[in-house]
């Protein structure tokens, strides 16, 4: 039935599968073997939030790779590039990383899963509130075997919560919103670490029994009592907002009226060492009163 | 023999995809680097062929699944243009299986659910489709239109109201991903893909029979209507379990068939082995493509077989006025 070239196509392939079965038994047996160094020497980092904790407990020398967005500390800047939206699973394992850093909910939960199967270890952190934060920190200091940093540094940005919420308690709570896209407008809702922020510097968040990251229609947004509305500032997306303000959802109604506080974007939007400034800088501009702060709707008198 | 030598030719075909696929990637490791991964080499290459091996596996299984469902779907329809993707049974698969997923339920149940949309989705499609006790053509592509319609609507508004990772989960469900490849997923898939495979490429010569018409295929001792459903839940399953590990990826039910028609004729005990062979060259060959042209980012395999699909479609449509 068969003619000789598909008998050698037969051989041919079952040789293929041979070789297959014996890479992949290889791969099997290789994830069972404990890592050979106490400590991770070669990590990945595959969201911006985690680099700078890395660095910020004093690891920033074991990084071998980072994802796009990994633009902070400026030692970061020259590390290998993973991918952003898109990591490549096998561009991370050609870098032999003994330790990859991952957020729950980020971009390469594929890749990421990919990754463990083949037996590279991978640390899941934690960043959907404040607490989870401190937590991550801790978590990345003991895997690194900066147990101490990872704990002082921890400690020390709970203690600065602790005075931003003691200067804020007992001031009446603005009704407020923090963007994290404008057109269509995207803010924070409740479980996310920028509820934390809102809540603890003293705000009220309008979205706080939203779970997530709502998007929000242009007639909400006209016509809730929004009374401070919290913009991240970045060069990439300023263009973004002032287009919203003049008009997109930004430019009509209640929202149009909001005194408007800007934080730099990625100082406010990374679940990292970080919000903590943004946090301290929230609290300060709540504490002066209603108008006499941002001028509000400058970016609308801008963009005219 | 010819259909000896069709087949040979596309093993040939599909070693040589397999081969394409196994020596490029995100990273540079060529077929005798990977050989050497099974020896001395050391971690990192070992890694990378864990990486894939399951991969270029994922991207076969599931190619052969789409292709193998779109040829007995058009042969039980005696419709060309019967492809799992335009006539909304994938867009229901992939209703069933990102609901699974997100209430929780573990990869293994997926294909279950998957099926189950896709079973919904064929129904309801040619409920909709029939006029006189036979299936217009215009109207099937009308009633796929509408059941894609249908099902993105419900996926946007899954994921709209789910969670802020809604729009990359989204994006692998209406794009299709092989990122998520391993030994565990392919091994997960391949009971499902085998049943459904081995019911369709045993019903081959009774849709040889539909072929010259219903009333003839009974006259000749066929249960019509029982190889009718049997087909079309096969195909169903098939499409389902595809889904349900690479989410939907278009135009493979459609491409691979017509141009495996195009070369061994519409004999189905010929066609569809080939087709399902093609259909695995085809989607590695396009994997292997998305993880090198813009490296170390993806393209979506989706847009891949799209790109090619669309202007086929384009040309079938012109081609049956």
């Known amino acids: 039935m068969f003619s000789d070239q598909g008998l050698r196509t037969r051989d041919k392939g079952l040789r293929i599968a041979a070789f297959g079965l014996a890479l992949v038994g290889l791969a099997c047996r290789n994830t069972t073997k404990p890592s050979a160094s106490e400590f991770p020497r070669r990590v990945v980092s595959l969201a911006p939030n985690l680099t700078e904790i890395v660095f910020a407990v004093g690891a920033g020398d074991r990084l071998i790779g980072v994802s796009d967005y990994s633009d902070y500390p400026e030692a970061a800047r020259s590390l290998p590039r993973v991918g952003g939206l898109e990591v490549s699973a096998e561009r991370i394992a050609s870098l032999s990383p003994d330790l990859v850093l991952a957020t729950p909910e980020g971009n390469a939960k594929g890749p990421v899963r990919a990754l463990e199967a083949v037996g590279v270890p991978v640390l899941i952190v934690p960043g959907s509130s404040l607490d989870e934060v401190l937590q991550g920190i801790r978590l990345v200091g003991r895997r690194l075997g900066h147990v101490r940093e990872g704990e002082g540094l921890a400690r020390k940005l709970d203690s600065r919560r602790r005075e931003v919420r003691a ?100 100082v406010l939007t990374r679940p990292g060492p970080r919000v903590f400034d943004a946090l301290e800088t929230l609290e300060r501009e709540l504490a002066q009163p209603l108008g006499t702060g941002n001028s509000r709707r400058e970016g609308k008198r801008e963009a005219r | 023999m010819r259909a000896s030598r069709s087949i040979a030719a596309s093993l040939l075909l599909l070693l040589a995809a397999v081969s394409v696929g196994l020596a490029i990637g995100g990273v540079h490791l060529s077929l005798p680097d990977l050989w050497a991964g099974t020896g001395e080499a050391g971690e990192t290459a070992r890694r990378i ?46 209703t069933g299986a990102a609901i699974a997923s997100l209430a929780g339920a573990s990869p293994l149940v997926s294909p279950g659910a998957a099926f189950v949309g896709a079973v919904g989705s064929s129904l309801a499609v040619a409920a909709l489709a029939r006029r006189g006790g036979r299936l217009d053509l215009h109207r099937l592509l009308l009633a796929g ?70 009333e003839n295929a009974a006259a000749l001792g066929v249960d019509t209507e029982r190889s009718k459903r049997l087909v079309f839940l096969a195909a169903s399953l098939t499409t389902g379990a595809a889904v349900a590990f690479a989410g939907v990826i278009g135009f493979v039910g459609l491409l691979v068939p017509h141009a495996a028609r195009a070369v061994v004729g519409n004999d189905q005990r010929l066609l569809l082995p080939v087709a399902a062979i093609s259909g695995a060259t085809l989607l590695v060959a396009a ?19 799209a790109a090619l699909g669309a202007p086929l479609f384009a040309w079938l449509l012109l081609k049956n006025p």
């Open chain 2, 287 to 305: 994997d292997a493509l998305s993880r090198t042209v813009f490296s170390p980012a993806e393209l979506p395999i989706g847009a891949v077989t």
């Open chain 1, 167 to 266: 200067r804020g308690s007992g001031r009446p709570r603005p009704s407020s919103v923090l963007l994290i896209w404008p057109d269509p407008a995207q803010a924070a809702g409740s479980g996310t670490f920028l509820d934390d922020v809102l809540t603890e510097a003293g705000a009220w968040n309008l979205l706080g029994g939203r779970p997530g990251w709502p998007v929000l229609s242009p007639e909400w947004l006209a016509s809730e009592p929004i009374d401070v509305l919290i913009v991240p500032d970045s060069v990439e997306t300023r263009s973004a907002y002032e287009h919203a303000f003049a008009s997109g959802p930004l430019s009509r109604g209640t929202v149009s009226r909001a005194r408007v506080i800007r934080i730099p974007e990625s």
């Open chain 2, 49 to 94: 062929a864990g990486l894939r091996l399951p991969r270029v596996a994922l991207a076969g299984l599931v190619g052969a699944c789409l292709a193998l469902a779109g040829a007995a779907m058009q042969a039980l329809l005696k419709n060309p243009l019967a492809d799992p993707f335009l006539l909304g049974t994938s867009g229901g698969a992939a």
């Open chain 2, 145 to 214: 239109l509408i059941a894609n319609a249908f099902f993105s609507a419900v996926l946007l508004g899954i994921f709209s109201v789910a969670s802020s990772q809604a729009a990359r989960t989204m994006l692998f469900w209406m794009m299709g991903s092989l990122s998520d490849a391993s030994l565990s997923r392919v091994a997960a898939l391949l009971p499902y893909a085998a049943a459904g495979g081995a019911v369709l490429l045993l019903s081959a010569s009774r849709l040889n029979l539909f072929a010259v018409g219903e």
